[in-house]
Structure formats: C-alpha cells, structure tokens
C-alpha cells in the first residue's frame, strides 16, 4: 500500500529565509506526486504535481519540488519564505491502480517569523 | 471557471442525526472525491465517484455513504452521528480518475455534539 510520511511536524523559518520541507513515499512503480497547501479554515490548493519527466518540477507561489527515485523522496523548497506562506503543507501520493485515491501526509505547519 | 462549491459551510448536530453534504464540481469534471480531515487522522479518503458509479472506497463504517449525479454533482450522507465524526469534510474534482490532479473545495466543517 502506498504511504506518505512528512518527518518534520512543524517547522518555523524567518521571513526571507530558504525552505525545504521532507517528503518520503512509500511505493513499488512511480507514483504520482502532489504538494498542497492549506491556510487556516480553507480547502486545499495545488501547489505542483510530478507524474514524469524532469524531476524538479516548478510551482506556484515560488514553490519547486525534487523528486528523487533513489530516495524515496519528492521535498518542497523555496529560496525565500514570505509571511504569507505561512500554513500546513500537505505532500500526497497516487496512481494509476487507485484512481483518485490519493494518500495523503500528515502535514507540515509552517510558522514564519517576521 | 468557478472552483469546487460545498454547501453548506458549517453544520452544527448531535449524536444520532443524520446529515448530508453537497458538492459542486468544477464544470466538466466527471471525478468527484471525498475526504475528512480531522487533527489526529489527518486527511483520510472517504470515496470517490465517477460517471455516478462509486469506484474506490476508504476504511470507513457504512454509516457513509455517498452519491453522484448525472450532473457530476455529488452528496455525501452520514447517518446516526457519532462524536468522533466531527471533522472538515473535502470534496475534491478532477477531470478523470487515474492520478490527475485534484481540486477542493473549501470543505464542510461538521460539528457533532
């Protein structure tokens, strides 16, 4: 079964400063890879998506990923953390064998310090 | 395009009710996905609907239960309310199954007293 694990719980950056937030998966072929973002009291908005190709894929909001085979890994960075980034961050795994079941981490919270 | 619409927003009932969420996909999105979201489960699949078939469904007690439209408009219902039902309620839209990216709506917060 696929799984996702986001190691660190909550991270707090200053303002201006890089972020990198961890994605491991859990998975025998290539999966398909989100990262979504969550502000307080609100839905969940797409930030990018991996299904193939170049393995850093670019976002929105400044946003790129990495995905890395040999690692497991699809990590979240942005060279320069604004005030408003500050939310949860959800990395979620799915495929072709379960349609839109998508399994999703337990989530990243983000505090940024002014 | 108008985004993916929950009604209603926020829900207030009690143990034993029963209650029913709606979900208005984004036009042309024929893939509709449930999920509750809750602090100690995180986001858990409930099911998923398409061409008004149920095609997947999460380890969840038959108490929910769900439906599509010819519309592609969906409702999700749960029946004899227990505390721990309790969450924010997704609803998600994609244009077709396999692995394609899902939009959510704001999410229905329920909340069971």
């Known amino acids: 079964a696929q799984s996702v694990t986001q190691p660190d719980i909550h991270i707090t950056v200053s303002e201006g400063a890089s972020l990198e937030l961890r994605c491991n998966y859990s998975y025998g072929a290539t999966p398909y890879l989100f990262w979504y973002v969550q502000s307080p009291g609100q839905g969940l908005q797409l930030l990018l998506k991996?299904?193939?190709?170049?393995?850093l894929v670019q976002g929105i909001k400044g946003f790129e990923a990495e995905f890395k085979r040999s690692q497991s890994s699809f990590n979240l960075r942005k060279p320069s953390v604004h005030w408003s980034d500050a939310a949860e961050y959800f990395c979620a795994v799915g495929d072709d064998n379960y349609g839109q079941n998508f399994v999703f981490g337990p989530g990243t919270r983000l505090s940024v310090l002014p | 395009k108008a985004g993916v619409t929950q009604t209603p927003r926020y829900l207030i009932k009690t143990r034993g009710q029963q209650v029913t969420l709606s979900c208005s996909p984004i036009s042309g999105h024929r893939s509709v996905s449930w999920y509750q979201q809750t602090p100690g489960q995180g986001l858990q699949f409930l099911f998923e609907y398409f061409s008004e078939t149920q095609r997947n469904k999460g380890n969840f007690p038959g108490r929910f239960s769900g439906r599509q439209f010819s519309n592609s408009r969906s409702e999700m219902n749960v029946s004899t309310l227990e505390l721990g039902d309790s969450a924010l309620y997704l609803c998600a839209s994609s244009i077709k199954r396999e692995g394609n990216e899902q939009f959510f709506g704001p999410g229905t917060r329920l909340t069971v007293l």
């Open positions: 991996y299904f193939s190709g170049d393995t």
